[in-house]
């Protein structure tokens, strides 16, 4: 799926969080959002997956404008997204979490949650434990497959890595590269390891707009630290 965005203005009440965000991420490719806390990533994502208003431009999906559809509108037309702090249901067990998600789409079936626990095996054997009682790595890994299981066409993360020990961001890393291609991937990273190894782009975000921008190859250190937080 095509994302297109352009001229893309936000505001809480008076003050403005996005000034005239424009970009592309081609079907199947990956692109990488990096700036510092507060540059506007995690509002850019709400408005993308329309949990938030935008004040001004365009949102479309393969050239549909969906600016101002709502967000069960986008997830049917494929749009999966994945917020920072994971949104899980804690009393649901794992099985329950990953097959409400597949029911929404029309499929929730003992397949659909096996081929989740071939990404992520330890859903396989926390099965059914309570969301809640999962640890930080594994919420993401549920989180992940509540989103995969919609067989979405683009999937919008906000900082899959964070607070993820490295043999855990080493497996989502996996699966993002081996998924990419089949799906488009928007990707909210601090991580720069992380995003350059899964991007095939990257925009950068300073107070609300794009300050730099680039193919993977340019996703250097020297380049981009000044823009990073860490
Ligand atoms: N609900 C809100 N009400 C008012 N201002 C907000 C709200 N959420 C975010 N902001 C402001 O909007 C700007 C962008 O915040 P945003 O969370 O999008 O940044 P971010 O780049 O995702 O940072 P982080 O990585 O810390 O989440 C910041 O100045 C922030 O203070």
Redesign the pocket.
Known sequence: MKLTVAGLDQH??S?Q?LRGISFEVEPGQCLAVL??????????LKCLAGVLPVTRGRIALDGVDVTRAANHRRSLAGVAYVP?GREIFAELTVRENVLVAARAHGQPTQAAFDEMVALFPVLGEMAERRGGALSGGQQQQLALARALVTKPKLLILD?PTEGIQPSIVQLIEDVLKRLKGALSILL?E?YLDFAAAVADGFVV?SR?QVVDEGPQSAMSRERLSRFMSV
């Open positions: 809480y009440g003050a969080a700036g510092r806390n507060g540059a506007g990533k995690s509002t850019l920072q900082e909210v601090q975000l609300g």
